[in-house]
């Protein structure tokens, strides 16, 4: 537990000590680009907070390989963890960082992507077989190809599932954190009934992506001083994909004394820790291939747009998404630990999603709804107004403002006898 902890803490305080740098160096280079109609924020803001991610990463994954425990367990296994991360990891970076710095063809992106997740593959960072109930054939083996292809598109699917989620700030570190968290918790839960090495190396995957999200959340809560970008954004998704690829292939009689259904808990988790950024996804290829558009053409109908739009805060709006990464995640991690029927898994789901929807409403004042009365006139703690610009006023009501040339400007002179002109010269 206290390997977890170190490790976490160290990737924490290298990639918080690493952002000042690192947007310092976005700013001298120009990767803080103008401001979009569909963005939220009103201020050119750096990207690049991926650089200083990737910097916190890789310092926790080489101090987790010289501990005691962590180090045993990734020398000792048939994965080479640390330098599949390390190399998969700087090849998504510098994709991220073409594309936040000059822009890149969403196809060229998807390459690097692919073959990010194909050195995973390489070091044999996959999927061996898929676990299912004795009721549906139980699990099924993947040869290498098939292994390959499904690996592949895990690692894709969420990588663009945290891409697409990152629209808020904070939002997408603050999720992965909490998917993270979840994955580590389960992991810990699984250690404690059977010794694979390949839990340890989930557990510590997970502790090192904790620990790189929180050292980066205090820089990119609202108000953000920097975003991550494609280039974090990206990288966490590899990460959180790489955990979860590690702990779902477990050999179902291994875990039976864990739950009534323990079969069921390796696919059920990354579905959880995973929702609302798969969510999102999903209805975004939806949304803009039924308006015959690319799925990967840039709207503002993301779920964090939606919150905004019904009267939610900055703030509030990341909160309320936290609250749902958090729900459904440890829901699943907790009813794996005290076990339950397997019935109870729809009636849970059930539940969390009407929770969602309450959580979601507009806040209600009055009979009216939500914009039936004014605003109290309490403080805004959301800091700079990230809404919309406001309104430029038509040219004639500028001029109306605008000071008469007539008053005593035009009848001063300066000590040399020349007429000074006026502030604001009348117009024809």
């Not at 962590?70 to 994965?79: F, P, V, Y």
């Not at 694979?196 to 904790?210: D, Q």
Request: aromatic share 8%; net charge neutral; proline share 8%.
């Amino acid at each position: 537990m206290r390997e977890y902890l170190y490790m976490a803490l160290v990737s924490a305080a290298v990639t918080y000590l690493l952002v000042p740098l690192v947007r310092r160096f976005a700013i001298r280079i120009g990767a803080m680009p103008e401001v979009r109609e569909r963005d939220v924020h009103t201020t050119p803001t750096p990207r690049l907070g991926g650089l200083a991610m990737y910097g916190g990463l890789v310092v926790g994954l080489l101090v987790a390989s010289q501990l005691t425990h962590t180090g045993n367990a990734l020398a000792e296994s048939e994965i080479n963890a640390v330098k599949a991360l390390i190399l998969a990891g700087g090849l998504i970076t510098v994709t991220g960082f073409l594309d936040d710095w000059w822009g890149m063809d969403a196809f060229i992106k998807l390459g690097g992507q692919i073959a990010a997740a194909g050195v995973l593959v390489f070091f044999d960072m996959r999927l061996l077989y898929i676990p299912l109930p004795k009721d549906w054939g139980g699990s099924t083996s993947l040869d290498y190809t098939l292994s390959t292809i499904i690996t592949i598109m895990i690692v894709v699917v969420t990588i663009n599932a945290v891409n697409f989620v990152d629209g808020l700030d904070g939002l997408a570190a603050g999720i992965v954190c909490i998917a993270a968290m979840a994955t580590w918790a389960y992991s810990i839960f699984l250690a404690q009934s059977m010794s694979e090495g390949n839990i340890t190396i989930t557990a510590a995957i997970a502790a090192v992506l904790i620990g790189t999200c929180l050292g980066f959340l205090p820089h990119n809560f609202h108000p953000a001083k920097i975003f991550m970008g494609d280039t974090g954004a990206m990288l966490i998704g590899l990460v959180l994909a790489s955990s979860i690829v590690t702990v779902t292939p477990l050999d179902p009689a291994a875990i039976e004394v864990m739950n009534k259904v323990p079969v069921l808990l390796p696919v059920l988790l990354p579905a959880a820790v995973l929702v609302l950024p798969l969510i999102d996804l999903i209805t975004a290829v939806v949304r803009r291939t039924s308006h015959g558009m690319s799925p990967f053409a840039p709207d503002r109908g993301h779920l964090h747009h939606r919150l905004m739009d019904i009267g939610h805060s900055h703030r509030r709006s990341v909160l309320i998404m936290y609250a749902w990464a958090f729900l459904f995640a440890f829901g699943i991690v907790m009813m794996s630990r005290q076990g339950v029927p397997v019935l109870l898994f729809p009636v849970v789901i059930v539940l969390a999603l009407a929770v969602l929807v309450l959580m979601a409403a507009p806040r209600w004042r009055g009979r009216g709804g939500a914009h039936s009365a004014p605003r109290s006139k309490e403080p805004d703690d959301d800091g700079p107004p990230t809404g919309p610009m406001p309104p430029i006023p038509p040219e004639p009501q500028v001029r109306r403002q605008m000071p008469s040339s007539d008053g005593p400007s035009s009848e001063r002179a300066s000590a040399e006898g020349k007429p000074v002109i006026p502030a604001f010269p009348s117009r024809p």
